[in-house]
């Protein structure tokens, strides 16, 4: 069965009090709602990396991560840490997470590729082009798979030169990072492809623009997770290991509807 991985995002935007409270007990009791809805993998992240979004000081991102990592390994969870920083990463995978979470590859931080090699961590490399901020500004491209997928390969031989062998490797196209509306959509066709290329992949489509573009000016949340539970069965049945998805229950039975059809799995 597809690998769920469930969101707890740490960042004032996802879990407020209207301003920059961001509560641990919050994020842990939502990390263990979405391990007890069938969550395999939960992806705790301290800097939003939203289209647009600024970046955080380190420091802020340990202090919000640091103890819902801890509380969620110590209950069982099998963590991953969603960041570009190594000094982050090192941090979280002592407190226990088992995945580094890069959107960036490796490249937003020099030192993110040695602190996964001296330890015995999975890692996420997403295709990435530069910071949130700007990201729009770099979706250029002539032949779009074709080129995330060289980028991908660069990041994968730089893993390799850091002593992380390619099973300890997942691959993610990065939706929605340096592509703008219907290049996502060109992505996700090409999941074979990346499929093909040896690591395992990871698809991330959860919520983003791209989903409520195609939806029409303002779907409700509900709509977004509905639309998110279908691509992500589309993405399973092209060759994804795994996906990355906030509503964990719509996308869960939407994964089993798809393997009881494919007689993969039995209840
Ligand atoms: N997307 C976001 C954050 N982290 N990690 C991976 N591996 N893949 C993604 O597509 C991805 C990610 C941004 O989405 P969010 O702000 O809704 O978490």
């Excluded at 040695?114 to 979706?139: F, I, K, N, Q």
């Excluded at 002593?163 to 929605?176: E, N, T």
Aim: proline share 5%; aromatic share 4%; hydrophobic share 50%.
């Amino acid at each position: 069965m597809t690998v769920i991985m469930g969101i707890v995002n740490v960042t004032p935007d996802s879990f407020s009090d209207g301003g920059r409270f961001v509560d641990p007990d919050v994020a842990i009791a939502h990390g263990l709602r979405l391990r007890a809805e069938g969550a395999d993998i939960l992806d705790v992240g301290g800097e939003s990396t939203r289209p647009g979004a600024e970046r955080v000081a380190a420091r802020v991102e340990q202090e919000r991560v640091l103890p819902v990592v801890a509380a969620l390994a110590a209950a069982g969870a099998p963590v991953s840490i969603d960041t570009l920083n190594a000094s982050t990463a090192a941090l979280a995978l002592e407190a226990g997470a088992s995945i580094v979470n890069d959107v960036s590859g490796g490249l937003a931080d020099p030192g993110m590729l040695e602190v996964v090699a001296s330890t015995r961590a999975d890692v996420v490399l997403g295709h990435w082009r530069g910071a949130s901020a700007d990201m729009y500004a770099r979706a250029e491209y002539t032949d779009l798979v074709r080129e995330v997928i060289e980028e991908l390969l660069v990041r994968v031989e730089a893993a390799a030169l850091a002593g992380i062998p390619p099973a300890r490797i997942v691959l993610d196209p990065g939706v929605g990072f340096a592509k703008r509306g219907a290049q996502n959509w060109d992505v996700l066709r090409a999941l074979p492809q990346f499929a093909g290329l040896g690591p395992r992949v990871l698809v991330g489509t959860s919520r983003k623009r791209f989903l409520g573009d195609a939806l029409g000016d303002d779907p409700s949340l509900a709509d977004k997770d509905l639309a998110t539970a279908v691509t992500s069965v589309i993405a399973a049945q092209n060759g994804a290991w795994a996906v990355r998805v906030h509503d964990v229950a719509a996308t869960r039975d939407a994964l089993r509807v798809a393997a009881l059809w494919e007689g993969t799995w039995t209840p």
